[in-house]
């Protein structure tokens, strides 16, 4: 799924002991977003880990309203792939503490930039995706709940929500 230009090369890697990479692209699996990522790989045995930030902004649907808005994207990133097999009874990935895992890298020779920063947007999204804190949930059908009409709450139905 992923471009070539965002394979990071192990044997690159490991030459310098670390490598530097910097990511400003959209994902395409990810609705209207702009990803920028700045990522230092280090060299660190039968491991590599990668260390870094993202920043940018993506596209979300409210869970309330279902309206469309633009989530602001801020963190920080920090992967370790383990070059051999290591963990095959463990499954792909091995929990070290509560947000630390390891990733297999099956004995593949480039560690996919890529896909890498679409897991770690995936993961860094709320739980619960608001447009705003003015979001007016009562007002449409959420979830499997029809809330029934109630003709006090119709002042708000002029009210515009600033959705930027
Ligand atoms: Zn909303």
Avoid: W
Avoid at 2 to 15: F, H, P
Avoid at 45 to 74: P, W, Y
Avoid at 85 to 111: K, P
């Amino acid at each position: 799924m992923s471009d070539n230009k965002y394979l990071v090369a192990i044997e690159d890697i490991e030459l310098d002991g670390s490598y530097d990479f910097e990511f400003e692209d959209k994902i395409k699996e990810l609705e209207d977003c702009e990803i920028r990522a700045e990522l230092e790989f280090k060299n660190m045995g039968e491991f590599i880990s990668a260390q870094g930030h993202v920043d940018g902004k993506i596209t979300l649907e409210c869970d309330r309203c279902l309206n469309k808005f633009c989530h602001t994207l801020n963190f920080d990133i920090d992967e370790t792939f383990a070059k051999k097999s290591l963990y095959e009874d463990y499954g792909q990935e091995l929990e070290l503490s509560n947000s630390q895992f390891i990733t297999d890298l099956e004995g593949a020779e480039e560690i996919d930039v890529y896909d890498l920063l679409y897991q770690s947007v995936i993961l860094a999204l709320p739980n619960k995706k608001v447009c705003g804190i003015n979001c007016n949930e009562g007002y449409f059908v959420s979830e499997d709940k029809y809330k029934p009409h109630d003709s006090r709450m119709d002042v708000f139905k002029n009210i515009q929500i600033d959705k930027n």
